[in-house]
């Protein structure tokens, strides 16, 4: 082989690495951008799901602060976190149902902080809360869902299904021109 096949070979190597190379953020950020966009789907299914249950007047019944050791991120450790957890009574289609589930349950790393927060709330209180038509026993509080919220949830998960579709379209052009630029080329033969 002659010294202008192997330098032309080499150029090409080293551009095939420099083009997937800067192709990677796009694909990593479409990557996060897809798992953010499952993340807030789901908050946002949560939110029209509630709000499609009927509405009733819940009374506390209990409450309960509870103590357990979570891992911190990035093998950090473990940490003590603090939940203060509610249980609700009330009544749908004139059946008296308890709430099984512990609902706004508010953490915190610090007991006190729990114990002032879970305070707040006094038994007996009467809140409004969504009931779970197919399983009664699940409910969630009407403060949790406001209109704001939901506004904000479907302005976010539309914002980014957009970028992931801009980052795929981005992607798709440019490994098109990669597969294009970089395809071996058929060698002519000069006789």
Not at 67 to 94: H, I, P, S
Request: proline content about 2%; hydrophobic content about 40%.
């Amino acid at each position: 082989m002659s010294d202008n096949v192997v330098d032309e070979n080499r150029k090409r190597r080293k551009n095939k690495f420099l083009f997937f190379f800067l192709s990677l953020p796009f694909v990593f950020g479409i990557f996060f951008l897809t798992v953010a966009f499952f993340i807030f789907n789901s908050k946002l299914k949560l939110y029209e799901q509630a709000n499609n249950w009927p509405t009733v007047n819940a009374r506390l019944i209990d409450k309960q602060i509870r103590a357990f050791q979570r891992t911190k991120g990035d093998n950090q450790g473990v940490e003590r976190v603090w939940c203060a957890d509610y249980f609700y009574e009330y009544e749908l289609n004139g059946k008296k149902f308890k709430s099984t589930k512990a609902i706004n349950v508010n953490c915190s790393n610090s007991e006190n902080e729990t114990k002032s927060i879970a305070a707040s709330r006094k038994i007996g209180e009467i809140t409004n809360v969504f009931v779970n038509t197919k399983n009664p026993t699940e409910i969630h509080l009407v403060d949790d869902f406001t209109v704001e919220d939901k506004k904000n949830a479907i302005k976010t998960a539309n914002n980014i299904e957009r970028i992931i579709f801009f980052l795929s379209l981005v992607v798709a052009i440019w490994w098109s021109l990669g597969f294009f630029l970089f395809r071996k080329k058929p060698e002519t033969i000069i006789e």
